[in-house]
């Protein structure tokens, strides 16, 4: 385990941040956590509100087994204890975007328990700089609606399509010591929740989001008074928050001041944190054991189908991509961290009986050629328009040395335009590379004879001029010839230089 070095400097001295995340992830699902609603993203306003949803008198809910699963699916993904024996209570609230006048939620008897996620935070070396961020809890609970300021000069409008949408609530232990841990730990549960597929991890669409508790102290002092600031929705502002608000708490400590136990919000146009309201305990919601639902008991063959329906984790998959594949640290890492990426990547080897062989070129190319094309284009891996069976036949001519690897840059280049398979451009365009001995020694005779004094400093020790006749052979082959041949042959005419 790695421990954090960073540290707020402030008049007094230096200070210790310490931070706990409550992520909210939407439970990928057709319907709602108690309802029959659809769960699609951008519909018009309210054509996504049934009946409970809306709190129509005499509605009961019905709980969706779906999000069960995909809750109990999750906590098996992060190794922790699945609880057979849960129960829903309803946190009372009145607020505009809740008709209810409650949310169903889970305090006193969570349907996981306590797990662990480990994060890297060393990207070319992920093993090197690891450490481990505890989870306390996983629960099930209902989103609210969402108010809509924008739509009217004096009125604020209720959008009710989220309401009653399935959310997990993942609450971490107060484990992280730095912006960069922090957002280590949500890139990675984000990573684990898509693989599952319990949960999109769209950020930007709201259905993965963080409330950030931050609290500072003198490094291995005792905890402080923390601030929880609610609804960050990126990476890049969840560590400008935690920034933001630990500088401010110091700053208000050193003046003499207290903090406040309290929530806030974040601005992203002003970078700054501002109070919300003071942070409610838990009787202040006046919780209680939802009359309407009986409490969950999971048996034990439900548990295990949930377990056997996981596929390959990140960390499994890193793993095997390094010790069986051959790849290395960075590349390993680098395809397993989004499941998209690694289900191109595999699909690519699945065209040959010998995957090991071509796996860590194929790695190189993707992450290399591949990537940088897609960034360019502004495309995801999804919307390629390589196929992964079209990199295959790529890398297949560069391996057998029908082309050489500046001329498979070429040929790729043609295939994002055309969409073309390579060996049809090869073909079409006498691309293909040149291996007979006979028409790469003349050329050589050609450019000895064209320079003779290159000839003779080269065989008089000025040994770095064998670059240049490489490079005078492969332009009057105009890049054809196979360069591992044109370095044998140069070799074996010029003799040994000096």
């Not at 684990?192 to 769209?202: A, F, P, Q």
């Not at 949930?306 to 998959?317: M, N, R, W």
Request: net charge negative; with cysteine.
């Amino acid at each position: 385990m790695t421990e954090s070095t960073y540290r707020i400097q402030g008049a007094t001295g230096e200070w210790e941040v310490v931070i706990g995340l409550e992520v909210h992830a939407q439970i990928t699902s057709n319907a709602k956590l108690f309802s029959g609603a659809s769960t699609e993203f951008g519909a018009e306003p309210n054509t996504q509100v049934s009946l409970v949803d809306a709190a129509m008198p005499g509605m009961l809910p019905v709980l969706n087994k779906e999000c069960v699963r995909q809750a109990v699916r999750t906590g098996l993904a992060i190794n922790a204890q699945i609880n057979k024996y849960s129960r829903f209570d309803r946190k009372n609230y009145f607020y505009a975007d809740l008709p209810q006048g409650y949310q169903i939620s889970q305090l006193y008897h969570p349907i996981v328990g306590e797990g662990k996620v480990e994060i890297s935070l060393d990207e070319k070396d992920p093993d090197a700089h690891g450490k481990t961020v505890g989870v306390e809890r996983i629960h099930i609970e209902q989103d609210a609606g969402k108010l809509m300021h924008d739509q009217h000069p004096t009125m604020s409008y209720v959008d009710l399509n989220r309401c009653g949408v399935a959310l997990m609530e993942i609450v971490s232990m107060p484990d992280m010591t730095s912006p960069k841990e922090a957002a280590a730990y949500v890139r990675k549960l984000r990573s684990i929740l898509r693989y599952v597929g319990s949960c999109d991890g769209n950020m930007e669409q709201g259905s993965m989001r963080a409330d950030v508790n931050v609290s500072v102290r003198k490094p291995g002092g005792k905890l402080g008074i923390r601030t929880e600031t609610k609804n960050v929705n990126s990476l890049r502002f969840i560590q400008q928050v935690i920034e933001y608000e630990a500088q401010r708490q110091v700053d208000v400590l050193e003046s003499g001041g207290d903090i406040v136990q309290e929530t806030r919000l974040f601005d992203p146009d002003r970078n700054e944190t501002r109070s919300m309201r003071s942070k409610e305990d838990a009787h202040d919601y006046r919780y209680f054991p939802d009359p309407d639902l009986l409490p969950l008991e999971l048996e034990d063959d439900f548990i295990f189908d949930c377990k056997a329906s996981l596929p390959e984790l990140p960390d499994e998959k890193r793993a095997r991509y390094k010790n069986v594949l051959g790849l290395s640290a960075y590349n390993a890492a680098v395809l397993t961290a989004e499941h998209e990426t690694a289900l191109w990547f595999e699909e690519l080897l699945d065209t040959t009986d010998e995957p090991e062989k071509i796996a860590s070129s194929a790695a190189n190319w993707l992450t290399s050629e591949l990537f940088g094309a897609l960034n360019k284009m502004g495309l995801s891996i999804e919307q390629s328009p390589v196929s992964p069976q079209q990199a295959a036949e790529l890398l297949g001519l560069i391996a057998d040395g029908t082309i050489s690897g500046k001329i498979a840059k070429q040929v790729f280049e043609i295939m994002l335009e055309t969409g073309d398979g390579a060996a049809k451009i090869v073909e079409e365009k006498g691309l293909k590379q040149e291996s007979d001995t006979g028409a790469i020694e003349k050329v050589i005779a050609d450019v000895m004879a064209a320079n003779e004094d290159k000839v003779t400093e080269y065989r008089g020790g000025k040994d770095k001029l064998f670059g240049f006749f490489v490079g005078q052979t492969m332009k009057a082959m105009q890049g054809k010839a196979n360069p591992q041949v044109v370095n044998e042959l140069l070799k074996k005419t010029l003799g040994p230089a000096g």
